[in-house]
């Protein structure tokens, strides 16, 4: 699979060659595997972050910050999927 495009946006041809370079052999890609380790911890402790009392009038206003915190980690761990499919 190949490194998603974010990770290479605005660099030019060389600057993305080198720094494909990096992130695929940064300590055999074990920097981003931790990173991606951490992000996953995250989003389980938002998994489990409940707030029961439904009749506070912020109730929804927390859901609503809890479903944008698993978004956004979410979207950043998607950037590591790539080294998923290099083991394969």
Do not use: C
């Amino acid at each position: 699979m190949s490194i998603p495009v974010a990770w290479l946006k605005g660099l030019s041809q060389e600057e993305r060659s080198t720094f494909e370079g990096y992130i695929r052999n940064t300590f055999n890609g074990r920097v981003l595997k931790k990173l991606r380790e951490i992000l996953d911890e995250k989003l389980d402790i938002v998994d489990i972050s409940s707030h029961d009392d439904y009749t506070s009038p912020g109730w929804a206003y927390y859901q609503a910050d809890l479903q944008g915190q698993k978004r956004a980690i979410r979207e950043i761990r998607a950037l590591f999927n790539f080294l998923d499919q290099e083991r394969k």
